[in-house]
């Protein structure tokens, strides 16, 4: 698998960090990996490269792989900042987290996520599971245009 642009992975945990790029890579999706180590380093690399109204698409990933239990902000908080502003609210939020509580599923959705997948805890679920997140947001997903509804566009 082959793609243009990039994944965000939020995650602060390295042994999961390593393991979802391990997964990538198993699953040949070629696509770069950025990582950012909590809430706080998501928003700001991802507002730094859009201003508002008027985003830069090279600057936004294909996709946010957003883990819950962050430091400095936690992902549901993530997730509404995301969704506040209109150079980001489109953009493609799934949950990657080791809970499967139906409170954090639920807040999830609330707060406008695209999707949410418990990590599976054994190394080749989590290949199958990175894989099927790879394949539908890399290559099936069309997403809308960055300037689409925005006061700029």
């Known amino acids: 698998m082959s793609q243009t642009g990039f994944v965000l992975l939020v995650e ?3 042994d999961d960090v390593d393991l979802t790029i391990r997964a990538f890579k198993k699953n ?3 696509t770069e990996v950025v990582v950012a180590r909590d ?3 998501a928003l700001e690399y991802l507002f730094a ?3 508002e109204g008027n985003p830069n698409p090279a600057a936004l990933p294909m996709v946010v792989l957003l883990d819950l239990k962050l430091p400095k902000l ?3 908080e993530v997730l509404r900042r995301l969704r506040a502003r209109d150079s980001t609210r489109r953009l493609p939020v799934v949950v990657l987290t080791s809970s499967n509580e139906e409170r954090d599923v639920v807040a999830s959705y609330d707060s406008g996520a695209n999707g949410f ?3 599976p805890i054994a190394f080749p679920s989590l290949v199958k599971a990175v894989g099927g997140l790879g394949l539908y947001w890399l290559q099936v997903n069309q997403p809308p245009p960055p300037h689409f509804g925005s006061e700029a566009g």
């Open 49 to 51: 490269g859009c201003a």
């Open 74 to 76: 936690d992902g549901i």
């Open 12 to 14: 602060d945990n390295p």
């Open 117 to 119: 997948v418990c990590k």
């Open 39 to 41: 809430g706080e380093e």
């Open 28 to 30: 040949e999706i070629h």
